[in-house]
């Protein structure tokens, strides 16, 4: 997958960074503290790498329950 040399909001460097996360993450580590041991602290990067293709599937679960979630709050409404 081809990913942004730099971060689209800040410019920090972040191409350097992305096999090495996602490598780690494959092998079954949090996200969230591979990015935080890398020292990619602001969230406009950790977007970036979070929301790749390689590793989507960690994060579709979180907008399928947001989905239900607002189908209930809807049936709630009527
Ligand atoms: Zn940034």
Do not use: W
Request: hydrophobic share 40%; aromatic share 8%.
């Amino acid at each position: 997958m081809i990913i942004p040399i730099r971060c689209f909001t800040c410019g920090a460097l972040i191409a350097d960074k992305y096999e090495e996360f996602v490598k780690k993450v494959k092998e079954g580590e949090n996200p969230g503290k591979v990015l935080d041991k890398m020292g990619i602290k602001r969230y406009c990067c950790r977007r970036i790498l979070l929301s790749n293709v390689d590793i989507i599937e960690s994060t579709i679960p979180y907008f399928e329950v947001m989905a239900k979630r607002h189908a209930e709050f809807e049936s709630e409404q009527l």
